[in-house]
């Protein structure tokens, strides 16, 4: 086996799990109980690619190492499912990593799991060349819940820095109407902070929404600093 598990903590209804690989890098596990679903937490990449402002994965110690092979999240996944085969399972790909820059790897696991499991979910901010792949693939499955943070590209930066060369509002928007209409679900998550929740943000939300004309869930959370500003 190419991996193993070094540290295992358990808190309340959360177990987090450190797993070294071969190459000495690090990536993380957690298993959190809640609304009757075991959620599987699993990471698509070595760190992240993406260096949002407000996750910890961006000013942790592991610093970005590439996307996870196939062979190896495979195994990790597995073992995972079969660990807490007796619970049902929600696979959430929404630990360290942006999964659509590692989709083909991500989507061909879930293919493989998705008997297993009750559930699907990815957590994205919305990587455009693989939007339309999804589309295409008419695989309707999963859940995508997209980091929005703003209502506009420029704003979204504040918190996502290198979305505009990743991911665009308008394209996120596409993809919700066309995913929702063929069955999909979709969610959108808006972290408000100080440079988001004008009463002009507020209006911006609700025209923003207005070009949604599907049914979507909005989850408007407040921001937690991870690392102290100077």
Known sequence: ?????????????????????????????????????LHLCMPSQIGCAVHCKHCATTFSECPFGGNLSYSVLNQITNSFIKRYSTEKIALSFSAHGEPLLNWQCISTIIGNNCEKVHSVFVTTIGIVRTLDEILQSKNRFVVFYFSIHGTNDAQRALLIP????????????DFTNEY???????????????????????????????????????????????????
């Open 162 to 173: 290198d979305s505009p060369q990743f991911a665009r509002l308008d394209k996120v928007i």
């Open 1 to 37: 086996m190419n991996w193993k598990i070094i540290m295992h903590q358990s808190s309340g209804n959360c177990e987090k799990f450190l797993v070294q690989l071969l190459s000495g890098h690090v990536v993380v596990v957690a298993a959190i109980r809640h609304n009757g679903l």
């Open 180 to 230: 929702v209409k063929g069955g999909g679900r979709v969610v959108w998550n808006y972290m408000v902070h100080s440079k988001n929740c004008s009463n002009q943000d507020v209006l911006s939300l609700i025209l923003l929404l207005k070009r949604i004309n599907v049914d979507i869930t909005l989850r408007i959370t407040p921001y937690v600093t991870v690392k102290s500003e100077t």
